[in-house]
């Protein structure tokens, strides 16, 4: 069962879809990608996994602030996880550290 945090972003979500699946399905079959952040992805005209994966986690997240500004740093991890095929929490510690700095630097 997922599990939903405060930010929106599913946890839990078993990962056994192929990269053939995943790039035809919704982006809620991506590890970390809920319904509610697929709602937003598409609302900003992101509507698959290459358009995620071209766009690149930090210009979606910045389309996704311009729609709810309470997106959270959680949900940048959740987007870079998303494109690498991983849990948000397996992501390496200087790529954490690398979009932390960027969401300070652009949080609103």
């Known amino acids: 069962m997922d599990k939903m945090n405060t930010c929106g972003i599913h946890n839990e979500k078993p990962i056994t879809n192929t990269f053939k699946e995943v ?3 919704q ?6 990608i809920g319904k509610e ?3 937003q992805l598409n609302e900003v005209g ?5 358009q995620l994966k071209s766009l690149g986690a ?7 602030q311009e729609i709810d500004e ?3 740093i959680h949900r940048l991890y959740a987007l870079e996880g998303a494109i690498l095929g991983i849990k948000k929490n397996l992501l390496p510690n200087e790529r954490k550290s ?3 700095g960027f969401y300070n630097w652009n949080k609103k």
């Open 37 to 39: 952040v697929e709602r």
């Open 58 to 64: 930090e210009a979606a997240w910045l389309k996704i």
């Open 46 to 50: 992101i509507e698959n996994y290459e």
């Open 27 to 32: 982006l809620s079959n991506l590890p970390n």
């Open 70 to 72: 309470s997106a959270c």
């Open 98 to 100: 690398e979009l932390k």
């Open 23 to 25: 790039t035809m399905a």
